[in-house]
């Protein structure tokens, strides 16, 4: 081939490749589709994932509710009764029964009214083993309560822990005034004896209520009489067969009980009934 006709060749294959890139223009052009994507028809949007319940939070503890405050009965003069401990004697008077139930639960207290003072007669003011003072001295007519149960005494005790005591409890009435105080009978049940400055009361259980030093000339009552609960028996007194004592109401409650030994009919502890019964007198169950 001829020079010249190289030359025309190379001139051709530039002019085809330049119609080349006339028609066939570059590839995004040719490829770029001629008609817009069809809108698609709006299809309805699926049912969305249902949310996971959410964890539930722990509910949180509850505030304890405070513990109501123990209502702590109050007297007639707006004093708040308080007591120490059953078996806590006056120290010297003796060994106490720390272990006391309340063995007369249904018993009413045995003084009408409220004010009154659980105490010792003989290791208190105006008693013969007192710290001095007349029996009418303000602290025998104040809380707190004693025991005197076990205090020293010869009577045969088997609830005691020396086996001899009080054999019951010594209460002063709300003042120091002889004769004006009503004692009262504690359950429904028959006077089973008076004597000269003791009335005795048996209940239809058995359970045998004794009251020492009431006002002879007051009683309203006499051997065989059925009494009722809350029923005047006589006042309150200092009677104790000719010689008097302080003025008090000497409480005693005898039953049958294992005293540890067998079942005998013997005094119990009659303080832990005396304390139920007061706060059930004062705060107004027992009217
Ligand atoms: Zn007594």
Known sequence: MSPNTERTLAAIVASLGIAAMVFWPAEEAAEAPADPEPVEEAAPDPEP??????????EPEPEPEPEPEPVVPTDAAGVEFSYMPPGDLVPGSGTGQTIQPNYAPAMRFPMEMGQAYSNSQVYGHGGYL?????????????????????????????????????QGQDIRPATCQDAIH??????????????????????????????????????????????????????????????PTTIHLHFEIKMA????????????????ALVDSYERLLDGRDS
């Open 49 to 58: 994932e249902p949310e996971p319940e959410p964890e539930p939070e722990p």
């Open 130 to 166: 007192g710290p001095g003072g007349g029996q009418c001295n303000a602290n025998n007519y104040a809380y707190a309560w004693r025991d005197n149960f076990c205090e020293t005494r010869g009577y045969s005790t088997p609830m005691c822990p020396a086996g001899v005591g009080h």
């Open 182 to 243: 009503w004692a009262v009978a504690t359950e429904d049940g028959m006077i089973t004896s008076v004597g000269s400055y003791s009335v005795r009361l048996m209940t239809d259980s058995g359970v045998r209520y004794t009251y020492l030093h009431l006002e002879a000339s007051s009683l309203t009552v006499a051997p065989g009489d059925r009494v009722v609960r809350g029923q005047r028996l006589g006042y309150v007194s200092n009677e104790f067969g000719g010689t």
């Open 257 to 272: 009980i294992d005293t540890g030994s067998g079942i005998s009919n013997t005094n119990v502890p009659p303080y832990m």
